[in-house]
């Protein structure tokens, strides 16, 4: 009987031990795994190609009335497709984004800067061509680039369209009507700029083919702005051809239009039947708040001066 049990204990310890011994070894297979950081590594050996960068977060300073003041850099990377200044053809492009933001936990609004770094897939090590913006987003397009700055305390976004040059296109509040016409080289771009300064002026019309050819016109009232006028941006509209289309896409601050009425046309002063119209908000009163403006021969009112002045009718 104390055979039996002696031999009882003794399985009891070795089985004992072999799980004891099991669990260790899977622990310390599971400890043993490699981690995403260390897979990553790995898969990216084999690359011809590798960069990679570092994002940080710091707070700054408190304050009683603001709050946190804190700076974040935060950078990462895209595949773009366009012209740089310098190419002809459109192509593919490694674009790093580097944006430094400073703000406060109780501000509105924020200071901030991106910077992008353009690097060709043939020769990833060369720096093709740099764009350095203070404002709060920068898209890339195929032969322009677009920023954008926010507005504050409900004030409008404030939008600006650059060659790859880096020459400025259009500055607009609000929007940017961006006319396209088929089978042509010839583009146009229509916005407005408010001004807060003079009583008596609405803000200047915007109206450009490129970086060069660029025109204004000034829109004047005889009445104080502070007893009609709201001080927003107006409503501006084209007026073209039955075929033309219109589409917005208001998280751009872009309106496209197509005119197909203009289809083929080999320069600027094809341009005709077209007409541009802006409604402005209006308080109280009874105000006349629509201009038109007709461009006749690819020139606003067929007037080839780069800058006008107009009244508002009363």
Request: with cysteine.
């Amino acid at each position: 009987m104390k055979d039996k049990i002696l031999l009882l204990v003794l399985v009891s310890v070795v089985l004992l031990g072999c799980k004891s011994k099991t669990r260790t070894q899977s622990d310390e297979t599971q400890f043993e795994k490699p981690s995403f950081a260390d897979t990553s590594s790995q898969k990216t050996s084999n690359a011809f190609f590798f960069d990679e960068s570092v994002s940080s977060f710091q707070i700054l300073s408190r304050d009683k009335d603001t709050g946190y003041e804190y700076e974040t850099v935060e950078i990462n990377y895209k595949v773009v497709y366009i012209i740089p200044d310098g190419y002809e053809e459109l192509n593919n492009y490694i674009a790093k984004y580097t944006t430094w933001s400073k703000t406060c936990t109780g501000c509105e609004g924020q200071e901030r800067n991106i910077k992008v770094e353009l690097y060709s897939f043939d020769a990833p090590n060369k720096l093709v061509m740099k764009i350095d913006k203070n404002c709060d987003e920068l898209i890339l397009f195929t032969n322009t680039y677009k920023t954008t700055i926010y507005g504050c305390c409900a004030s409008e976004n404030i939008y600006e369209i650059f060659d790859y040059k880096h020459k400025s296109i259009i500055q607009s509040d609000n929007q940017i009507i961006l006319g396209d016409i088929p089978n042509s080289k010839i583009k146009l771009y229509v916005g407005f700029t408010k001004n807060l300064n003079d009583t008596q002026c609405l803000g200047s019309l915007s109206y450009s083919y490129n970086s060069d050819e660029k025109y204004t016109i000034k829109i004047l009232t005889e009445k104080k702005l502070e007893n009609n006028f709201l001080p927003f941006s107006p409503d501006i509209e084209i007026f073209g051809g039955n075929n033309d289309r219109k589409y917005s896409d208001f998280t751009s601050g872009l309106v496209k239009y197509t005119f197909w009425s203009l289809n083929k046309i080999l320069d600027k002063n094809s341009i005709n039947n077209l007409t541009i119209r802006l409604t402005f908000p209006y308080d109280s009163g009874t105000v006349n708040n629509v201009i038109e403006i007709p461009i006749i021969n690819g020139n606003l009112f067929e007037i080839g001066e780069t800058t006008q002045e107009i009244y508002i009718a009363e």
